[in-house]
């Protein structure tokens, strides 16, 4: 399975933000929208950053609450790893776990596509062993 399959069952809608958007703003749209990230995006529609709730709660701790005021470009992670649809669900799953982050972006050719959490991944992978076990039923009973 890849990354392509969970994007056609989930759909591309991603949630983004620009670089000047505060912190108050960001935590009120995951807050309203239950989702654990937003992509920070640049002038030209390219990925400059992510803000997890991870981000959030690391400006909190260092800013107080003055961290509402601060803006995306201020607390975003800068280094986006992103992935390819026709990456398998195993290597993002790799990635993920190897980077300790549940959301990546999906990108071709310069192009955001979807992005994919870990909940979409977890998801993808049971679907998959859910029908290795059904086929590996079927063989050992029509055997």
Known sequence: MFVSDILSQKGGLVFTV?????????AQQLGT???????VMTDTDTVAGIV???????????????ALELEAS??????VVTCHPDDSIEHVMEVM?????RHVPVVHRGELLGLVSIG????????????????????????
């Open 18 to 26: 620009t670089m000047a958007t505060t912190v108050a703003q960001i």
């Open 33 to 39: 929208r239950r989702i654990g990230s937003v992509l």
């Open 52 to 66: 997890s709730e991870r981000d959030l709660v690391s400006a909190m701790s260092t800013h107080g609450a003055a």
């Open 74 to 79: 201020q607390v975003m992670t800068r280094d």
């Open 97 to 101: 776990t190897t980077g300790r982050f």
């Open 120 to 143: 979409d991944v977890v998801k993808a992978r049971l679907e998959e062993a859910r029908h290795e076990t059904e086929a590996l039923r079927a063989y050992i009973v029509a055997g």
